[in-house]
């Protein structure tokens, strides 16, 4: 193990790197979130639908996801679409990501929109307005509020994930300190220093989500 004050000075000479590292990984995580979750409501709206194949297809995909290895889906889609056009390795990192994270997402969006009342979509549906309507106005709202706390445990989950982008060769967190303690013959320290910046994201991610937390249950008062 490292002393501290060899740990400290690391940390502070490694800085520079260690922050243009933290600003991919932090880039990274929200695109593929945010694809994400537009992936996901896409797929739990599929299962929620009264016909069958639709549904059918959102459990393929849920399964297909759920059943490999998120390394196994970069790789798929890296080395995949590249045989066919030249994909940027944040893209293809990133729509990696958001396809794993949507199968999670879209199982959130379901629960959270089957937990709506039944009678919210009638009420809009005898106010003259359309299913679609009543679902975009009425539905989806309550749904969103009760998918925030999963949603943001999967904003947690899709940053640590995000260290597997250092396999095709993306310098974030994960990839800059493996490469620096490679090549200084001190892999603890930098492993420790990746943690340190790490556990800063999550403390930043889970303080903003409790602020959209709070402010959503003030809104409803």
């Known amino acids: ?77 890296y080395f995949g679409i590249s045989g066919i056009f030249l994909l940027p390795d944040f893209w293809a990192a990133s729509l990696a990501l958001a396809f794993h994270n949507g199968a999670y997402i879209a199982e959130i969006f379901r629960g959270s929109i089957q937990a709506v009342d039944n009678g919210q979509m009638e009420a809009g549906r005898s106010l003259g307005m359309s299913k679609g309507l009543t679902m975009r106005r009425i539905i989806l709202p309550q749904a969103f509020r009760r998918a925030l706390p999963p949603l943001g445990n999967q904003f947690i989950i899709g940053l640590k994930d995000s260290s597997l982008a250092a396999f095709i060769s993306m310098n974030e967190l994960f990839n800059v300190a493996t490469t620096l303690g490679s090549n200084n013959f001190d892999e603890m320290t930098y492993l420790l220093i990746v943690a340190v910046y790490y556990l800063i994201l999550v403390a930043l991610l889970t303080f903003i989500v409790n602020r959209f937390e709070k402010r959503l249950a003030v809104s409803d008062r």
């Open 1 to 77: 193990m490292p002393s501290f004050s060899h740990f400290f000075n690391t940390l502070i000479n490694s800085s520079g790197l260690f922050m243009d590292a933290m600003l991919l990984t932090l880039k990274l995580t929200v695109v593929s979130v945010l694809v994400g979750i537009v992936i996901g409501l896409f797929f739990a709206l599929l299962k929620i639908s009264r016909v069958k194949a639709l549904g059918y297809i959102s459990d393929v995909y849920v399964y297909l996801v759920r059943g490999t290895p998120l390394i196994v889906q970069i790789f798929i889609l």
